[in-house]
């Protein structure tokens, strides 16, 4: 249990309205993969799963094992794709029900070991196609090889395969992103003719359902959509927000003329000036970029800008226009477009605003 008094509320209402906006995107046959890795992208994985269940969803995506262990243990029963199973621990899927992405050829040939080790029998696989990203995946042209490594194999059975799309939410990029779907669409149909069956296929993330409708397939796999965001300000605006983070006051400030505020003098009181010291900082997610006014706080409803360099534990903010007072609420951000300016100063996108979120934060659900 976390001593910190900053809390990051998550509305789960939100986090279901924003499913049913993606769920109105795609065909009604078409399944929705929820993609709850990295604690529900700084959220809280287990509570995000259990009302998307009880919502109609079809399938979880998380990165590790041990994420989707977790959600095995809270009771999660509906069927979770692991994107990046390890090699040393891919014992553990089976007892757990979990289905690997199996994305090379190491990785396959290891969980076909395992599976005869363990006995078992037409166990649930993904194939992972590497169609230009180059991260994760087989390319189109070792389909031979694989059918040839599974074919006799009785105790694993190919549910799906897909592929990821390099740049959906880059309308520059639109030519490339059609390309890859055409390759993945052939590597399809070889599957299909080898196998003589046509498993799951799936290929889009958030910005993929919302661009490239053509790409649904047989289902989407969205994250970041759930949390609220598309890569879009105007889709953004049709989403709700998910995350609000708030925090106390933990002191109150008289600086006076000429004297500094914060490590290395970061701030200087060019005339006297009362600042607010917040209980969160680097350490928690709030990038030290976003120091020296690139950001403000809510506190009573009114701005306080951050001054001088942030701290690993705290940041000061100047609440000399404001009146407050230690033990007040302070809000970091409770707004899409709180997070989206936080992201916009740190350089960088609301993936990593949001999974940089820290541990000592207490989630709380609302
Ligand atoms: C993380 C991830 C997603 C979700 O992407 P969003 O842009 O957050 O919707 C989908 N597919 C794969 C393979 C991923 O790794």
Redesign the pocket.
């Given at each position: 249990m976390s001593h910190s008094p900053t809390v990051l509320e998550i509305s789960l209402s939100a986090v279901e309205h924003n499913f049913n906006y993606f769920k109105s995107k795609v065909s009604p046959g078409t399944k929705m993969l929820a993609?709850v890795?990295a604690s529900g992208?700084g959220s809280d994985a287990i509570a995000v799963a259990t009302r998307l269940e009880e919502k109609g969803v079809d399938y979880f995506?998380v990165?590790y094992a041990d994420e989707g262990i977790a959600l095995r243990n809270a009771g999660v029963v509906s069927p979770i794709l692991v994107?990046h199973p390890q090699f040393g621990n891919l014992d553990l899927l089976s007892s757990h029900s979990l289905e690997p992405n199996l994305y090379s050829e190491k990785i396959l040939r290891e969980f076909v070991r395992i599976s005869k080790m363990q006995n078992l029998q037409s166990y649930p696989v993904h194939l992972?196609f590497n169609t230009g990203l180059n991260r994760l995946g087989f390319r189109g042209e070792s389909m031979k090889k694989i059918h040839a490594l599974l074919k006799d194999e009785k105790t694993l059975r190919v549910k799906s395969i897909?592929s990821?799309l390099v740049a959906?939410e880059d309308f520059q990029s639109r030519e490339f992103t059609l390309q890859q779907i055409q390759e993945f669409k052939a590597i399809a149909q070889e599957f299909e003719k080898l196998w003589g069956y046509t498993p799951l296929r799936h290929m889009t993330?958030?910005?993929?359902v919302l661009n490239y409708p053509e790409a649904h397939f047989d289902m989407v796999?969205?994250?970041?959509?759930l949390y609220g965001f598309a890569?879009d300000t105007s889709e953004d605006g049709k989403l709700r927000n998910v995350l609000s983070l708030k925090s106390v006051i933990s002191q109150i400030h008289e600086v006076r003329k000429g004297e500094t505020v914060g490590y290395n003098m970061g701030h200087t009181a060019h005339a006297s000036l009362r600042t607010a010291t917040i209980p969160i900082g680097h350490a928690d997610g709030i990038f030290r970029s976003l120091g020296q006014k690139k950001i403000s706080v809510k506190i009573n409803g009114k701005k306080a800008p951050v001054i001088g360099n942030v701290c690993m534990d705290m940041i000061m903010v100047d609440v000399t226009e404001i009146n407050c007072e230690e033990g007040n609420e302070v809000v970091i951000f409770d707004s899409q477009e709180d997070i989206t300016t936080m992201a916009d100063q740190a350089h960088t996108i609301s993936?990593e605003i949001l999974t940089a979120l820290g541990p000592r934060i207490r989630r709380k659900i609302i």
């Open positions: 993609v890795k992208y995506a990165a994107l992972k897909f990821h959906s993330n958030t910005s993929g796999r969205v994250g970041l959509g890569n993936y």
